[in-house]
């Protein structure tokens, strides 16, 4: 069956560095259009970046540029979030997403980010 299982969240100080990871099973990886957003208590789910299949042109949330790169690795089926310069109000469960219009749009269990000192 369709699997995404997230990674690499944890607590970190203001300034700060995490890089998630997501891998992949269960479908044609390499074919999906892949992202990562967050939700925070409180607050609707925000997109953070997506990355196209193939090529992997790539587009971010206005919260998050300049600051997080999501790549993917599609012979290792791994999509990749890295995020410096975190700040507080980057705290949130971030959530893997798998996109392919009319044959599947899947979603990781999250993994939690927390920006505190």
């Known amino acids: 069956q369709v699997q995404l299982v997230e990674s690499g969240g944890g607590l970190v100080q203001p300034g700060g560095s995490l890089r998630l990871s997501c891998v992949g099973s269960g479908f044609t990886f390499s074919s999906y259009n892949m992202g990562w957003y967050r939700q925070a208590p409180g607050k609707e789910q925000e997109l953070v970046g997506k990355i196209a299949s193939g090529a992997g042109a790539a587009n971010y949330g206005d919260s998050v540029k300049g600051r997080f790169t999501i790549s993917r690795d599609n012979a290792k089926n791994t999509l990749y979030l890295q995020m410096n310069n975190l700040k507080p109000e980057d705290t949130a469960v971030y959530f893997c997403?798998?996109?392919?219009?009319?044959?599947?749009?899947?979603w990781g269990q999250g993994t939690q980010v927390t920006v505190s000192s």
């Open positions: 997403n798998a996109y392919l219009a009319f044959l599947g749009n899947y």
